[in-house]
């Protein structure tokens, strides 16, 4: 509850700091205000749940685990902003606050107890991504994503609300405890069941599972790296976790109802986002499709629903997310230094000869990967142990078999990227990385590698 | 406890991996060494500590706890670290003789342009050695067991331009293989059987069990396959002898004094299952027995001085695990100790030698070097002695006590335990004369380098000289007046399998008097090897034929190992190879088209998947509606 108000607040603190001359304490300001709230949002460790608001907002371990990841994930992302001060174009107090306000929605949506507090959260999270996606404003192809990603999630959150309108028809409370004790007296109307479905299909097309999917590749590819970034991370986290507490808390009295809606849309997003990814030639792009397969890996844990879903969830949110940010973090630089004509470079051509350039990148970048195909001594593979193991105790062996075929895969369009900085003869432009941007990328790859050889050591926590 | 204490043991040989293995390019040599040799110190001084806290504390182990690590289903596997005697004695030898074999690397490797790397491998062995005694269950020290292994490899091919070490190393890595795969099952079996790695947890549970259970026996059987690749016990020791290719205190301190111990270290880990298990036990002591003998004898005809110690390791190995088969479990660990300081002594000497004769190796070429190296000649001949079992040095004592315990279990082992004695006593004094007796017969460049090693080198060997001589005193037997303190000291661990079948554990029935005349024996026959090799060697000066010359037949046989080597590469290696080649000539042609298949398929598909993101938004959002439409279609009205 903490971290929501002060981010609202110090967002806009923010914005006044822009009016100062030197835009250089603008970045400081930003890290500053994040670890603040990262240091209030732990005040409420270990309290039990507490509910804020009369029944809008709960808190617990849970939900302050999730916004530990996403508050970490934004120290990062911010951290690597580097005060965007080669850009005169650029209004970083204006990017800064939005970032922070936007953390503010994925509060919402992560603790949330009312569908009111899911939509408020959710609509927070998305008007400011689609702002910061075409912040490039002298770049065609961020308009023409921002575009695209509004028109099609304003579609998608009509869905949503008229989702929310339904179950609100059906059940008379719009609360996940009102709904929950409402199917706990058997019979539900078919208003229920139509409500479910819509609000689901709202918070897919958030999540980007398949088939609303679409829009992930030309967005991710449009939008400035930085908050391609986040949208992969930040907006993922947020949507599972709301996602999970919408499930867990008020539907498991009609698993198996949606269990086989969730499941066939797991398999469709496991086989787009992996095989769409093998024909990719841009890094940003494939990393578009493989934010969609891990949608794919994250909804198998959900469709299993067992007692270990959300420590499943919670693990694999936060190794995905890491190594998302190295890879995003590898890229920035490099496409920068590599730009050909004045675009930056993003073809997996860009990594060529990395290895011998700069080997601290290129290991960076390597153990990210490895993390991502899920391959061991890396936290991405205790993610999908998890995330399997909840599958296969559940008895849904055709989706694991499913899930382990495309997972290799992965492998092929992963191993590319390594293949290309290690055994590839590339140009010899040297690539120049500051010392606070290599720390971020090393910490990343520490908690990658620590998370891989002790997954106790994050699992014990909560 | 202290926590932290405990926690250094390991942590500083790894701080020091990482501070030479990260920065050897740009560290100075002298703080490369002082980094490493600082870091197995600084471990010593911590395990001393805990030492003496842990006996203030009393005798029951400490299971110290320091995260959850793997947490899978029922299966929860702790990262905890477990001291008792066991590990304390474990970590005292790790730590001890690792510091000073330290030391003296860094006047044994000071011209070698691998220094850096050299002690960072070295400091990531004491690591994972060290990490293998002190976890707490099975999983741990598989871990450290294969991280030791891992070690091994890098550091016999650790110059690494000479394929013939290549090899070596490869063969080293490929054999405790095999090993590994049974230990690997037996941990396997044992989550199946008792639900736990932890070793706590599987003793208890194991007390419940019968004498001679199946499943027990499986578990104690494939952990000794385990036991027998590390320890280089017939049939898994060919690799040991060509270990020696790596540079000599790695020869002293892994395949002497420390990792080969592991799978001794195992079995007495493990003495509660082994009790239950005598069938296993009765395969353990004629596998020690056999290797003992078997392995002395080709020490017998060999001419390179650190081949004559390899095999004398793996007799010497195959000793405890006569002891063990015998259940004289504190009696192998004795061992285990006393070998720790004579072995490493005579390694440390035989590299002293090595370093003043300018890397010649063959016994053949020396002779007379007591006069050029004093302290080098004096420290080698008291770990002669003492390998020997000659009183009063340490080997007399652990070597007794392991072949009084195998008379009274069965006299035949106890005659081979003998015999292999007499025949370790002929090729120790054999090597000490030729090498250090007589006349130079060298090359004349050769004579003219010879030279006293530096301080770095000599005072490791006085220590282990000391060590050797004395560290017998910790278990004089009770015939002879004394206390044996250790089998006091190491009483409790085995107060569970005492329980569980205590009839194994019945009070000697030999008289004081059998037991002298037993030592009188193991004496006499050691005595008489070592004076007929001093009437061949030193009277009669004989000096072994060159590699040209014809030898006879069992001569023949037993120079060549028994032709072990080449009996293994028939059997094993080739037609493994023409298999391969079948394989590769007509089974790769099927899998390939098979993988190249699945690629192309995935390819296309990806081709075809690709062509449905055309951009435009219309086509998006229609998408999209057909999605929900269906979805709605299909819940709403067709369930």
Redesign the interface.
Same mark, same amino acid.
């Given at each position: 509850m903490y971290p929501i108000i002060l981010l609202s607040f110090l967002g806009i603190v923010v914005l006044f700091l822009g009016f100062a001359k030197s835009k250089a304490i603008l970045l400081p300001a930003t890290l500053l205000f994040l670890a603040v709230a990262l240091v209030g949002n732990f005040v409420e460790w270990n309290q039990g749940t507490i509910i804020y608001f009369y029944n809008m907002l709960a808190v617990n371990n849970l939900t302050l685990a999730f916004n530990g990841i996403v508050l970490v994930s934004a120290f990062m992302i911010v951290a690597m902003t580097r005060g965007f001060q080669d850009d005169d174009e650029a209004q970083p107090a204006e990017y800064y606050a939005i970032m922070l306000f936007s953390l503010v929605g994925a509060f919402m949506m992560i603790g949330f107890e009312n569908l009111i507090m899911l939509f408020l959260g959710l609509e927070i999270l998305s008007v400011a991504m689609y702002v910061l996606t075409g912040s490039d404003k002298r770049n065609l192809r961020s308009n023409e994503a921002a575009l695209k990603y509004f028109l099609m999630g304003a579609f998608a959150t009509g869905i949503l609300l008229f989702g929310i309108a339904l179950l609100y028809g059906a059940t008379g409370s719009f609360t996940l405890t009102g709904i929950q004790a409402y199917i706990g007296q058997g019979n539900p109307s078919y208003l229920l069941y139509g409500g479910l479905l819509l609000v689901l299909i709202g918070m897919l097309f958030k999540v980007s599972a398949a088939p609303f999917h679409f829009w992930t590749p030309d967005v991710y590819e449009g939008a400035p790296t930085i908050f391609t970034a986040f949208m992969a991370t930040i907006v993922k986290t947020a949507g599972f976790a709301a996602l999970f507490r919408l499930l867990s808390h008020s539907f498991t009295g009609i698993y198996d109802y949606w269990w086989i809606t969730l499941a066939v849309i797991t398999v469709l997003t496991l086989l787009v986002g992996n095989i769409i990814a093998v024909y990719q030639d841009s890094f940003k792009r494939m990393l578009a499709y493989s934010s969609i397969s891990h949608a794919g890996y994250l909804l198998i844990a959900l469709t299993a629903m067992t007692p270990q879903t959300e420590n499943s969830i919670l693990f694999y949110s936060m190794a995905y997310s890491v190594a998302t940010i190295c890879a995003f973090g590898v890229l920035i630089p490099l496409a920068r230094e590599k730009a050909m004509t004045g675009k930056p470079r993003e073809t997996y051509e860009a990594f060529n000869g990395l290895a011998r350039n700069n080997p601290l990148l290129a290991f960076v970048l390597t153990v990210s990967m490895l993390s991502l195909a899920g391959i061991p001594l890396t936290a991405g593979f205790w993610g999908k142990f998890f995330v399997f193991g909840s599958a296969a105790e559940r008895g849904i062996i055709w989706l694991l078999v499913v899930a382990i075929l495309m997972s290799a895969v992965g492998i092929y369009y992963y191993f590319r990227v390594i293949m290309a900085a290690y055994m590839k003869e590339g140009d010899t432009a040297e690539i120049r990385v500051a010392p606070f941007y290599k720390i971020v990328l090393v910490t990343a790859t520490i908690i990658t590698l620590l998370f891989g050889i002790a997954p106790g050591l994050f699992t014990g926590l909560v | 406890m202290p926590v932290t204490l405990l926690v250094l043991i390991p942590l500083l040989p790894l701080i020091g991996f990482l501070i030479n293995g990260i920065g050897f390019r740009h560290i100075p040599k002298g703080a490369v060494g002082l980094i490493g040799s600082l870091a197995a110190l600084g471990s010593f001084a911590a395990s001393v500590a805990v030492l003496l806290a842990f006996k203030e504390g009393g005798s029951q182990p400490m299971i110290v706890s320091l995260?959850?690590?793997? !947490?899978? &289903?029922e299966l929860n596997i702790?990262?905890s670290f477990q001291v008792d005697q066991l590990s304390l004695l474990m970590l005292m030898i790790i730590t001890g003789v690792g510091s000073l074999i330290h030391i003296y690397s860094i006047g044994y490797m000071k011209h070698d342009p691998g220094f850096g790397k050299f002690f960072s491998f070295l400091n990531l062995f004491l690591f994972f050695m060290l990490l293998l005694v002190l976890g707490s269950n099975y999983v741990i020290m598989f871990i450290g067991w294969e991280g030791v292994g891992l070690c091994s490899y890098l550091l016999i091919g650790f110059w690494n331009k000479n394929t013939d070490f290549n090899n070596a190393a490869r063969k080293a890595f490929i054999m405790n293989r095999i090993g590994d795969l049974g230990f690997l099952l037996g941990i396997f079996t044992i989550i199946h059987a008792f639900g736990s790695v932890e070793y706590t947890e599987v003793f208890r549970q194991a007390t419940g069990l019968p004498v001679g259970d199946h499943v027990v026996f499986a578990i104690t059987m494939l952990l000794f396959v385990g036991a027998m690749g590390k320890s280089a016990q017939i049939p898994l020791y060919t690799w040991l002898p060509d270990a020696m290719a790596g540079p000599t205190p790695v020869s002293a301190l892994i395949h002497a004094a420390t990792m080969v111990t592991a799978g001794i270290y195992m079995v007495i880990r493990s003495n509660v299952l082994y009790t239950l298990a005598p069938e296993t036990l009765e395969i353990v002591a004629v596998v020690g027995a056999v290797t003992a003998i078997f392995a002395a004898s080709i020490g017998l005809l060999q001419n390179d001085i650190k081949k004559v110690l390899a095999y004398s390791t793996v007799s010497q190995l195959g000793y405890m695990f006569l002891g063990l088969g015998v259940m004289a479990y504190s009696a192998s660990m004795f061992h285990v100790i006393t070998h720790a300081f004579f072995k490493a002594l005579l390694f440390l000497g035989a590299g002293s030698v090595i370093h003043a004769m300018s890397d010649e190796q063959d016994i053949r070429f020396m002779g007379g070097l007591r006069k050029k190296l004093p302290i080098t000649f004096i420290t080698f001949a008291v770990a002669t002695w003492a390998i020997a079992g000659l009183p009063p040095f340490a080997g007399f004592f652990s070597k007794d006590e392991i072949l009084a315990h195998a008379f009274e279990h069965n006299k035949l082992l106890w005659g081979i335990g003998v015999l292999g004695s007499a025949l370790t006593s002929f090729y120790m004094f054999r090597l000490l004369f030729l090498t250090f007796f007589g006349s130079f017969r060298g090359t004349h460049e050769q004579e003219h380098h010879l030279h006293e090693s530096p301080a770095a080198m000599t005072i490791p060997l006085v220590i282990l000289a000391l060590l050797s001589a004395v560290g017998g005193f910790i278990g004089v037997p009770e015939a002879l007046g004394g206390t044996h303190q250790l089998a006091e000291f190491m009483s409790p661990l085995f107060d569970t399998a005492r329980q569980v079948n205590p009839e194994a554990f019945a009070a000697t029935a030999l008289t004081h008097s059998e037991e002298w005349i037993l030592m009188a024996v193991s004496v006499a026959v050691a005595l008489i090897a070592a004076v007929i090799a001093y009437v061949m060697y030193i009277s009669r000066s004989a000096v072994p034929a060159p590699e040209s010359e014809a030898r006879t037949g069992v001569e023949n046989v037993v120079y060549h190992k028994y032709y072990i080597d080449e009996l293994y590469d028939t059997v094993f290696v080739k037609p493994m190879k023409s298999l391969s080649g079948v394989l590769s000539s007509f089974g790769e042609f099927v899998i390939d088209l098979f993988v190249e298949g699945t &690629?192309k398929l995935? !390819?296309g598909?990806?081709?075809l #998947?690709?062509q449905?993101?055309t #951009?435009s938004?219309g086509?998006? =959002?229609f998408?999209?509606v =057909? #999605?929900?439409v269906v979805?709605?279609f299909?819940?709403?009205l067709l369930?």
């Open positions: - | 995260f959850d690590w793997i !947490k899978v &289903g702790p990262f &690629g995935v !390819k598909l990806s081709n #998947g690709r449905t993101q #951009g938004i086509y998006y =959002v998408a999209m =057909v #999605g929900i979805i709605l299909w819940n709403l369930n």
